[in-house]
C-alpha cells in the first residue's frame, strides 16, 4: 500500500483561506500591495499564507520577472559585530519576499571591499553595499545592477560620478549620536575633551569628528583634542596612553568612535592608575555586545543595526519595482552607563 503526500498549499488555498481573491494574494505576496490592498488585508494574506505553509514557487516567478531573486550584501568585515547584526536584518527582510542575500566581507577586514562582482554579476539582481571601493562602484554601474548604499554620504560624487551609481542611501542619523554624547558630557561639566578617532577614512568617522568639533566649539571654555586609532583594543590603548603622557593637560573625558576603542582607551586608564569615571569619563559608539562586557560598563550611542539592514533590502526591492524607497535617516540613542560621571 502506498500514500500520498499532502499537494502542497496553492496561492487559491490561500485565497480560499483568507476569503480574498487570488489577485489580491498575488498583490500581496508579491509585494506590490500598497495603495491597492489595505493593511489589513495584506497582514491577514501574509498570516494565512505562513499557517499554511504556502511557498512560492520562486522558479517560475524569477523566469516571469528575469530575476534571480538574490542580492549582495558588501560589508567590511564579519569580525565586526555591527556588520553582522547588519546582515541578519537584511537577510530576514530578504526571506519575507523570497529573496535570497549574498554576503560579501572584504577580505582585507575593516576597510573598503575589492570588487566581487566579476564572476557574479550575472546571478544578482541587486547590491547592497556598507563600504565599496572605487573601482568596485564603477564595475558596479557598468553592469547596470541597482545599488544601495549603507552609511555612507549621499552627496557624494567623484569625476566618474561612480557614486552616483547609487539608487538609494539609507544612513543612520550618526550627527545626532554624536550631538548626544557632547550634550550628555557637557552638561556633566567636562570642558577638556580627547576624541579617539577611528583612522579609517570612511563618511560616518568624518560626520562624528565634524559634529563633535562643532558642538564643542560652540561652547566657551572647551579643549578639543583629536588622537587617531587603528579599530582594535591594542591600537585603542596604545594612542591612548600616548595622549595622555604628552604633557598636555589631562582630558576629564574621553570621547572615542567605537566600543572597541572605548575598550582599549578603559585598559589605558587602568594601568595609568586612572579610575574611570572618577577621573576621565569614557564614552563609546555603536552599543556592541562589549559595551556591557567592560567594567564599568560604557555610555554609548545605539545604532539599530538590523533595521540598517532591512530598511537597505526594502529599499533595493522597492527600487527593484519602481516604488520610492525610504531614505529617512534612521534614529539612534545614547544609552548612559557607568563609565560617565561628573567632571572632577
Not at 167 to 175: C, S
Not at 218 to 234: I, K, M
Not at 307 to 316: D, E, F, H, T
Amino acid at each position: 500500500m502506498t500514500t500520498s503526500a499532502h499537494p502542497a498549499p496553492t496561492s487559491r488555498d490561500v485565497a480560499r483561506a483568507a476569503g480574498v481573491s487570488q489577485a489580491t494574494v498575488s498583490l500581496v505576496l508579491g509585494d506590490k500591495w500598497r495603495g491597492r490592498v489595505s493593511e489589513r488585508t495584506a497582514g491577514l494574506v501574509r498570516d494565512t499564507a505562513r499557517d499554511l505553509g504556502y511557498r512560492p514557487n520562486l522558479a517560475a516567478r524569477s523566469l516571469r520577472l528575469g530575476r534571480t531573486r538574490t542580492a549582495l550584501l558588501v560589508v567590511p568585515a564579519l569580525t565586526n559585530e555591527f556588520f553582522a547584526r547588519v546582515y541578519t536584518g537584511a537577510a530576514e527582510a530578504a526571506a519575507e519576499h523570497g529573496f535570497g542575500v549574498v554576503l560579501y566581507p572584504s577580505p582585507d577586514g575593516i576597510g573598503p571591499a575589492r570588487d566581487p562582482f566579476a564572476s557574479a554579476r550575472t546571478a544578482l539582481d541587486g547590491v547592497i553595499a556598507s563600504s565599496m571601493a572605487t573601482g568596485a562602484l564603477g564595475a558596479l554601474r557598468s553592469a547596470g545592477l541597482p545599488l544601495v548604499m549603507l552609511d555612507s554620504d549621499p552627496t557624494d560624487r567623484d569625476g566618474d560620478d561612480t557614486a552616483g551609481a547609487a539608487a538609494a542611501h539609507v544612513n543612520l542619523d550618526i550627527g545626532d549620536g554624536m550631538q548626544q554624547v557632547a550634550a550628555h558630557l557637557l552638561g556633566l561639566g567636562h570642558r577638556r575633551f580627547v576624541h579617539l578617532a577611528s583612522a579609517v577614512d570612511s563618511w560616518t568617522f568624518d560626520v562624528r569628528a565634524r559634529t563633535l568639533a562643532t558642538v564643542l566649539h560652540a561652547t566657551p571654555g572647551t579643549t578639543l583634542r583629536t588622537v587617531r586609532s587603528r579599530l582594535d583594543v591594542h591600537s585603542a590603548r596604545a594612542a591612548t596612553e600616548a595622549a595622555l603622557t604628552s604633557g598636555e593637560d589631562r582630558p576629564t573625558a574621553l570621547i572615542c568612535d567605537d566600543d572597541i576603542l572605548a575598550a582599549g582607551a578603559c585598559k589605558a586608564l587602568r594601568r595609568l592608575g586612572l579610575r574611570v569615571p572618577e577621573d576621565i569619563s569614557v564614552t563609546g559608539f555603536d552599543d556592541l555586545s562589549l559595551a556591557t562586557a567592560v567594567e564599568p560598563e560604557l555610555t554609548t550611542v545605539r545604532l539599530p543595526a538590523e533595521q540598517v539592514g532591512r530598511r537597505g533590502m526594502a529599499a533595493l526591492l522597492a527600487v527593484l519595482d519602481g516604488r520610492t524607497p525610504d531614505t529617512t535617516g534612521l534614529p539612534v540613542d545614547l544609552v548612559v552607563r557607568g563609565s560617565t560621571a561628573l567632571a572632577p
